[in-house]
């Protein structure tokens, strides 16, 4: 009985089950390399870029201009206005609008870059899936048999999308940060 309990169940064919052994993963050479390969990509997209910039620019000045004028509007018209009897909010009203102004061109500029990232990612991941799927359609036989289904399916799917995600949201939010 103990001898029953002590031994391992047996090991069934295949590569996720251990019968065949796994093929050790190439390593990085750097993490620049793949920053550089990675920007050869996006660099087809330099006008859509230089537009990107300018409406994270416009968007990043308009949100501090419209913070700012804030106090010039409580301090210069709101404050005078409840001193007054009779206030005359014509004044008041075309600085709001003003301020209205500064905030839609903010979210207009955002949508703006927002909208040509998504284009961008999209057509860079395109291009990167393109290259992989004729690089693997080079690959021998036995690479099928030693990569588990899901390690292979990962690269296409997972790495992907942190890819995506780098390019359409990480590299205009450093960059707005920066400014």
């Known amino acids: 009985m103990s001898e029953i309990k002590n031994q391992a169940p ?15 993963l190439k390593a990085v050479k750097s993490k620049s390399d793949t920053v550089k390969r990675l920007f050869s990509y996006i660099r087809q997209y330099r006008l859509r870029l230089a537009g990107v910039i300018a409406c994270i620019i416009i968007s990043a000045a308009a949100s501090a201009v419209s913070s700012l004028f804030l106090r010039t509007l409580i301090d210069s018209y709101i404050m005078p206005l409840l001193k007054q009897e009779a206030p005359d909010y014509r004044g008041l009203l075309s600085v709001i609008l003003l301020m209205g102004g500064l905030y839609l061109a903010g979210v207009l500029a955002t949508l703006m870059f927002s909208r040509m ?8 991941l395109k291009k990167i899936r393109d290259e992989m799927f004729t690089h693997m359609q080079t690959l021998p036989i036995q690479y099928f048999d030693t990569h588990s289904h899901g390690d292979v399916m990962s690269r296409y799917t997972n790495d992907t999308d942190t890819l995506r995600q780098a390019i359409g949201q990480s590299l205009p939010n450093i960059f707005a940060s920066l400014v």
Request: hydrophobic share 35%; net charge positive.
């Open 10 to 24: 047996p090991r069934r064919g295949g590569p996720a089950r251990g019968g065949i052994p796994k093929a050790p």
């Open 117 to 124: 990232m998504a284009v961008i990612s999209q057509s860079v």
